[in-house]
């Protein structure tokens, strides 16, 4: 019986197809696996058959319905595994087959794929070019030294022309996936040891001989490529796996990110930045995979921010690790706060009770009218959490001599000394009523952490850009400092809530491990486009604090459809327009659980809720965290939207009221600084709703639209 194998090429173009051609993909692959090898190229259902002028020949279509077909490479050396490479219409499928030549790469033994015709194409007029270039990207290196790393002749000759990294990433798409590996770490200055090291050595399995016989049949090169090939052993594996595509694609490392991910070791704190897209949180879940190979003892912290979002790192990390428990057990995966919560909850032995953020807000009003200060609830609190909370101090004499970096008024010794009363009866207040909040929780935590023995030796760091100095003090008590101690990743473009940090003076640094991540693999230009001109033409700062942080050179390689951009009579048709619209991509053959409905408000979702329920749709809220197995749209707030990702995400009620919503922006006249950063971040919070959809996205309102909704495109 023949074996299937899927590329994560077949992912790309199955994820994107409508509900009957998948059916037809299913149909046709289910038929696959219950026919003998002879019968498979006799059986006229499937018209298995070779493609004219194929540069490879084992290349072969098989039918799925009259429009379209799967690209399948074939064996020709007695095995019996076949790969199923693309789904693509009738035409384009013998032109995208005729042009791909897949070979197995002499130094990692795994299959790769290249467009031959393409490379052939370009390399001449590329070596015109070269010939009068002031330098070359990779003169330095002889060809022994690349073939060694697993450059062929064809490769190599292209390699030659090649006059900068800008070229080589445009060049990149065309090139077999190893040898590309190989030479973007080349680029980044790493030594040839090093890549041998680090690509060549973590890729080729330790059984793998180097000569010919056995080990270069298809079906060893297959079984040597399990990073990009998935192995199909039976027609229950099938059906399982092509009911949970999406789930696959998002733990998938694109060669470009591994060499971040599986850098053998950093020296120190290392800092992945980069755009909604850009894999960053799929860089950290396979760093985590990478620390646990290295030891069988290591103990690694893997955080976030939200518990939503920590549930779905849990469940990306098990089908990463393939539900392996073992390695799992080795893993904490919580948010930092859950985190400092237990830490002080098993030093007390009782529950600390923080208290939510319209509480503390009633408190500090109180510390106003009783000590009849000259200052807003809203300047204190913010007073509390940007300086007290945030520098760590504790007496009147700390706090006389600080430095406020980040607030807008200037505070003179003696209004420091007639505000910090206020300060005292603020936690006088919390201690009576037995209570506190999540960042004070945080703050105790980190000073136990620091007198105690770090339980973790590494600790992974997702969606850093939201985290408080205080939190920031539990993650660096949490692991010992030392090589590999932190791995940082985040965006302070999708910075939400109201953090001021600067890593430095934590002793987090990060200076020479830090890398962007530029290209965008989840949404379409087209929403990428549309959304980076929320953010036009604002600056924010770093993740350390100490610079500034563009979306300049970030992009996509995906093309789709513009985003709908709509404004409404009535709040009514606005949400029957959503119905109408969710309705349509079901019938397209988008699944409920990968379609989301956000707002800014739950009251707006409490409706949509209601009116996608009586239309007969399943829906869930993303607050209850649910599973992979739930079936139902998910209805989440903006924040709630905070680093998940939809094939189709609708936002709704983008209102001049909503956004920027006054109740969230500090006036002006009590501190122009604190205004300005407000003002961004409901822009950011917009930038990071929209950019969690990765083929459409639809961005609607009843009355006066929000003046950070671009209608350029609409």
Request: glycine share 6%; net charge neutral; with cysteine.
């Amino acid at each position: 019986m023949p074996q299937l194998a899927l590329a994560n090429s077949f992912w790309e173009s199955y994820d994107v197809l409508e509900k009957p051609v998948k059916s037809g993909v299913r149909k046709a692959m289910a038929k696959f696996q219950q026919l003998s090898v002879a019968e498979l190229y006799a059986d006229k259902g499937l018209h298995l058959e070779s493609v004219d002028n194929a540069r490879d020949p084992r290349m072969r279509t098989i039918r799925i319905n009259d429009f379209w077909r799967g690209v399948v490479l074939a064996p020709d050396d007695g095995s019996d595994v076949f790969l199923l490479a693309n789904v693509v219409p009738h035409d384009d499928a013998y032109s995208w087959a005729a042009k791909r030549l897949y070979t197995t790469n002499t130094a990692t033994r795994g299959l790769e794929v290249r467009n031959v015709v393409a490379i052939e194409q370009l390399t001449p007029a590329l070596e015109k070019a070269a010939s009068t270039a002031p330098s070359l990207l990779f003169a330095r290196y002889s060809d022994n030294v690349l073939r060694e790393l697993g450059i062929d002749d064809q490769v190599l000759q292209a390699v030659r022309t090649v006059i900068d990294k800008q070229q080589l990433q445009a060049f990149g798409t065309l090139l077999p996936e190893d040898q590309f590996e190989a030479l973007e770490y080349l680029a980044e200055g790493f030594s040839p040891e090093d890549v041998y090291r680090d690509v060549v050595v973590v890729r080729r399995p330790a059984d793998v001989g180097t000569g010919s016989g056995p080990d270069d049949s298809l079906a060893a090169a297959i079984g040597n490529t399990t990073s990009r090939i998935t192995l199909v052993t039976g027609p229950d594996e099938l059906t399982g796996i092509l009911e949970k595509p999406f789930a696959a694609w998002r733990v998938f490392l694109h060669p470009s990110q591994r060499r971040v991910a599986y850098r053998t070791s950093y020296g120190g704190p290392a800092q992945v930045t980069g755009g909604p897209g850009t894999g960053k949180t799929v860089v950290a879940l396979h760093r985590v995979k990478h620390l646990l190979s290295r030891s069988q003892d290591s103990r690694v912290l893997l955080t976030t921010y939200t518990n939503a979002l920590a549930a779905t790192l849990r469940e990306n990390l098990s089908l990463l690790l393939d539900g392996d428990e073992a390695q799992l057990a080795r893993v904490d995966v919580t948010t930092v706060n859950a985190y400092a919560h237990r830490i002080v909850s098993d030093h007390d032995g009782r529950q600390p009770s923080p208290i939510g953020d319209r509480d503390e807000r009633q408190l500090w009003q109180r510390v106003v009218r009783k000590l009849g200060l000259p200052w807003t609830e809203q300047f204190l609190a913010q007073e509390y959490r940007h300086v007290i909370l945030a520098q760590d101090i504790r007496d009147l004499d700390n706090y006389r001599t600080t430095a406020r970096r980040g607030r807008g008024s200037a505070l003179s010794t003696a209004l420091r000394e007639q505000l910090w009363p206020a300060i005292e009866l603020f936690t006088s207040m919390l201690r009576d009523k037995r209570a506190t909040t999540h960042l004070r929780v945080c703050a105790r935590a980190a000073q136990m952490l620091a007198e105690a023995t770090p339980e973790y030796h590494h600790v992974v760091v997702d969606e850093a850009q939201d985290l408080h100095p205080a939190q920031w003090r539990v993650l660096r008590g949490a692991v010992a400092p030392g090589s590999d101690d932190l791995f940082i990743t985040g965006d302070p473009n999708q910075r939400i809530y109201d953090s001021k940090v600067s890593l430095g003076s934590l002793g987090i640094r990060v200076t020479g491990r830090t890398s962007r991540l530029r290209i965008n693999y989840r949404s379409t230009e087209e929403i990428l486009a549309w959304s980076t001109g929320i953010l036009t033409p604002t600056s924010v700062d770093d993740l350390s604090g100490e610079g500034s942080d563009s979306l300049a050179g970030y992009r996509s390689l995906l093309h789709g459809r513009t985003p709908s951009v709509k404004g409404h009579g009535t709040e009514q048709t606005e949400i029957a327009a959503l119905v109408e619209q969710v309705q349509d991509w079901i019938k397209q053959g988008i699944r409920p659980s990968e379609i989301a409905v956000c707002a800014r408000f739950n009251v707006l979702l409490d409706k949509a809720y209601g009116k996608l329920s009586a239309a007969g749709i399943s829906v869930t809220r993303v607050r209850d965290t649910p599973g992979p197995e739930v079936d139902g749209v998910r209805l989440a707030t903006m924040h709630a939207m905070k680093g998940l990702e939809f094939r189709c995400v609708t936002v709704l009620g983008m209102t001049a009221r909503a956004l920027p919503f006054a109740r969230e922006i500090t006036p002006v006249e009590v501190d122009q600084l604190q205004h300005d950063s407000d003002i961004l971040r409901e822009r950011c919070l917009l930038f990071v709703a929209c950019t969690r959809a990765r083929e459409a996205l639809h961005v609607s309102w009843s009355g006066v639209p929000s003046e950070y909704v671009p209608r350029a495109n609409s």
